[in-house]
């Protein structure tokens, strides 16, 4: 199971899980809540309640993590490095935006399945 933390300039905040099967957990009071899954290929998908999941993009076995555009090429929107550690890109903009970070395997599709469910970058304008 890999953990994941949002980044603050204090503690980092536990926000969620990827569990071995790929399900993806998001940190509540209660039970947690199933937001989604994460395949071994690296393609993420958002559950969606009575009706298939949506697919919002991909993690490479580099890192770099692409959102899905329908009907045209995918969006370089991140990476995952070695370390852990979940970037937003910012194209002209440098650095990039540190997110967060995991913790545990399997990391890399954890990593790419935190960028889109569980550190808040479902918005493609983003």
């Known amino acids: 199971m890999a953990r994941v933390y949002e980044h603050f300039t204090g503690p980092d905040d536990y926000v969620g899980r990827v569990e071995e099967d790929g399900r993806v957990y998001g940190q509540q009071v209660g039970p947690d809540h199933y937001l989604g899954r994460v395949e071994q290929s690296g393609r993420v998908y958002a559950h969606v309640a009575g009706g298939p999941d949506d697919y919002l993009g991909r993690v490479e076995g580099n890192g770099r993590i692409y959102r899905h555009v329908a009907g045209g090429p995918d969006d370089y929107v991140g990476r995952v490095e070695s370390n852990g550690k979940v970037?937003?890109?910012?194209?002209?903009?440098?650095?990039d935006q540190l997110l967060g970070r995991v913790e545990g395997e399997p990391f890399l599709q954890a990593g790419?399945?935190?960028?889109?469910?569980?550190?808040?970058?479902?918005?493609?304008?983003?």
Do not use: C, E, T, V
């Open 87 to 95: 970037y937003a890109r910012r194209p002209g903009i440098d650095p």
């Open 112 to 126: 790419g399945a935190a960028f889109f469910l569980l550190l808040g970058h479902l918005d493609p304008g983003q």
